[in-house]
């Protein structure tokens, strides 16, 4: 019941705390990739960091600090954005059949998950 009653104003400083500056976000320099990393988490929690992690091949400890950014900005220089982008995007869609592996109940929920994935577009780099 309490939480019918939160305002958007609360909403969004839950959101923004737990999910956003999480991934501390305000400093991917790519707005998709953080809007992809942000979502992950929100829907994985901490395994919405520690599989990015391993992705960009940083300790996969679930805790977003200096090596894991900058991991993401060199990936990102050397890769390009997008294909940063289309990497993880490929690596939430591994994760998703991993957990059905892992639990065959979840299998229902599969299309759900990856519309939501693939509902994700890159929107390109910002200037």
């Not at 805790?63 to 990102?76: E, H, I, K």
């Not at 997008?82 to 957990?99: I, N, P, R």
């Not at 592996?101 to 994700?120: A, Q, S």
């Amino acid at each position: 019941e309490r939480l019918k009653n939160i305002s958007y104003k609360d909403w969004l400083a839950i959101l923004k705390t737990m999910y956003w500056d999480r991934w501390q976000a305000d400093k991917i320099q790519n707005q998709s990739i953080a809007n992809l990393l942000v979502d992950w988490t929100w829907t994985s929690g901490k395994y919405g960091i520690t599989w990015p992690q391993s992705y960009l091949g940083v300790t996969a400890d679930g805790v977003v600090g200096s090596n894991t950014l900058s991991a993401l900005d060199a990936a990102c220089n050397s890769k390009g954005s997008q294909a940063v982008f289309k990497g993880l995007t490929d690596k939430h869609l591994s994760y998703v059949d991993w957990m059905i592996v892992r639990d065959p109940r979840k299998k229902k929920f599969r299309n759900g998950w990856l519309n939501r994935i693939n509902d994700l577009k890159y929107e390109g780099d910002l200037t």
